[in-house]
Each structure stands twice: as structure tokens, then as C-alpha cells.
């Protein structure tokens, strides 16, 4: 069964529990079923804290979505930022969630990343790949993230 007429099987509320930490702080342009794509190349970006864009950087545990880069707010106060392509099959559905003191999560297969990319999960039966994190420095409000 796939993931689309698995959650419909269980109806609007329970998807909507199962989905939610996963969609939290995505952008209107994020797609729920993910796409595949290929890593993003020379990250180099600068956000603007005090911007609307970077509001959910605000309170620990929120995110952005930014160049194919999630960029955290860790559960510490620390800025961190990683791929949004999973290092699994390159869905673009990487996203930070507050679970085991903050963690990069897929949803597309259940892929789960430490703060610094090293995996702690297998998925199908085989060990995943590093995620790539991203510098990030910060000079008052403006906050560069880059390779």
C-alpha cells in the first residue's frame, strides 16, 4: 500500500496527527509527497532573522526551508542547517523535528539524521548515507549559511 492510500485509509484526523510534525515551518511551495532532486551545489545564502521568511527561526525547535536547505533553530538555541535532499533517494522532504533533543527526519522513508548528518536509522535494510550539513555563521541578525 502506498503512503497516499494509506493515510486516506485512515481518514483526515489521523493523517493529519501523522503528518504534522513533518510539515511543520514548510513553505506553501513544499510539496506533501516530495520530489526527487538532485543536491544543491555552492550553498552560499544569507537570511535576515528579523525577516517574515525567517520568523519560524525565532523559538528553538522551528525551521525554514530555503535553497533546498533546512535551516534549525536546535533545541540548545543553535542555528544548524543541512540538506533538504535526503541522502536516501533524494526526496526533498528533510525537514528538523523535536524528537530525541532534535533530529533531521524524511518522512518519505523514515530517514533519520543526527544534528551533524550521520544517519541512525537503516532504511530497507541497508545503513543510509551522511546527510550534508552546511557552515552557518552569524553576524547580528543576517545569518549565512554555506559549504
Same mark, same amino acid.
Given at each position: 500500500m502506498e503512503r497516499k492510500q494509506f493515510l486516506k485509509? =485512515?481518514?483526515a484526523g489521523a493523517a493529519f496527527a501523522l503528518t504534522f510534525p513533518c510539515l511543520h !515551518?514548510?513553505?506553501s511551495d513544499d510539496s506533501i509527497d516530495g520530489t526527487i532532486v538532485e543536491e544543491p551545489s555552492e $550553498? /552560499?545564502?544569507t537570511i535576515d532573522l528579523n525577516s517574515s521568511e525567517a520568523s519560524s527561526l525565532s523559538a528553538n525547535g522551528g525551521f525554514? =526551508?530555503?535553497n533546498l536547505v533546512v535551516i534549525a533553530r536546535n533545541l540548545e538555541g543553535d542555528l544548524i *542547517? *543541512?540538506?533538504q535532499v535526503c541522502s536516501h533517494e533524494a526526496y526533498d522532504q528533510v525537514r528538523f523535528v523535536s524528537q530525541d533533543g532534535g533530529i533531521f527526519y524524511c518522512d518519505v522513508h523514515g530517514s533519520r539524521f543526527e544534528q551533524n548528518g550521520t544517519p541512525l536509522n537503516q $532504511? /530497507? !535494510?541497508n545503513p543510509a548515507k551522511v546527510l550534508k550539513v552546511y557552515n552557518t555563521e552569524l553576524n547580528g541578525d543576517m545569518l549565512r549559511v554555506f559549504e
Open positions: 485509509s =485512515l481518514g !515551518g514548510c513553505s $550553498v /552560499d545564502f525554514i =526551508l530555503k *542547517a *543541512a540538506s $532504511v /530497507d !535494510g
